[in-house]
């Protein structure tokens, strides 16, 4: 398994967008989907990210659950970047599919698990995808079997909380949930702005670093090479899609992504924990 936190080190996880796919309008085959992913994979690995995420952000599935064909097509994905790449890759199952993405993991040998709603009772407040809203309540029981089931107790578990993208039904404070998050099985949580592209305020990174103590604490939107030293003070790394794109989620941009990895190194080098 390849690691992608360390203590000293300000990691900077690539995202991997995904299109429309198999069974889905607008789905241009296989190949091309295969071909803008490896190709943004090699633009990221040149900008020097350390890890590199595979999420199929264009799902528009009417649940937490995705369906066959969906994981069939990011099992081609994650097992041609795998054998594509050295970096640590992991995978995210839009909406919220953790079946999925522990079985995806095991299958492609990939070496970390994102989910967006892990302790937090939601309901969807999508800007990018026309399903109907939905709401989700994840069964830790469940997900523990299911990692169990696979063999994956031992990939890590990134969890996010207050997630990006959903309202609230049940508020919790933060700080309590992003401990909840750790007792639920996390490795790691995610803290995000409201949406896509927005950037948590540094405060809210701050508060979650004192009651996490050291546990990894990572930065699920909006860091650029701008705002990076603020939001990485008190993180161990940052999950990095918009800020290494074109406009409109284009492909991935090497000079973007030299950019935000050298701001993160120089977190690193004067703010490590």
């Not at 300000?10 to 295969?34: M, N, P, S, T, W």
């Not at 953790?98 to 095991?106: N, T």
């Not at 050298?262 to 703010?271: M, Q, T």
Request: hydrophobic content about 50%.
């Amino acid at each position: 398994m390849r690691s992608v936190l360390r203590p000293g080190h300000k990691a900077i996880v690539g995202v991997l967008h995904l299109g429309r796919l198999l069974g889905q309008e607008g789905f241009a085959g296989i190949d091309a989907v295969l071909d803008g992913a490896l190709a943004d994979a090699r633009a990221l690995e040149a900008g020097g990210v350390d890890a590199l995420l595979v999420e199929n952000f264009a799902d528009a599935s009417p649940g937490p659950f995705v369906d066959a064909a969906t994981v069939a097509c990011l099992a081609r994905v994650g097992a041609a970047v795998r054998a594509a790449t050295a970096l640590p890759v992991g995978v995210n199952v839009l909406p919220n599919d953790y079946r999925a993405a522990f079985a995806l993991a095991r299958a492609c040998d990939l070496d970390f698990v994102q989910v967006d709603v892990l302790v937090d009772a939601v309901r969807t407040d999508y800007t990018y995808s026309d399903a109907p809203p939905f709401e989700v309540r994840v069964d830790l029981d469940d997900l523990a079997a299911a990692r169990a089931r696979v063999g994956a107790p031992g990939v890590p578990l990134w969890g996010t909380v207050h997630p990006k993208h959903y309202a609230l039904l049940e508020p919790r404070p933060l700080e309590a949930q992003a401990a909840c998050a750790l007792e639920a099985g996390a490795q790691a949580v995610v803290i995000t702005g409201a949406a896509t592209g927005q950037a948590p305020d540094p405060e809210r990174v701050a508060r979650v670093r004192r009651a996490l103590g050291a546990a990894p604490l990572v930065v699920g939107s909006g860091l650029d090479a701008a705002n990076a030293a603020a939001l990485l003070e008190h993180a161990d790394g940052a999950i990095v899609g918009t800020a290494l794109r074109a406009p409109g989620l284009g492909p991935v941009v090497t000079e973007q992504v030299r950019a935000v990895v050298a701001a993160a190194r120089a977190v690193r080098v004067h703010s490590s924990r």
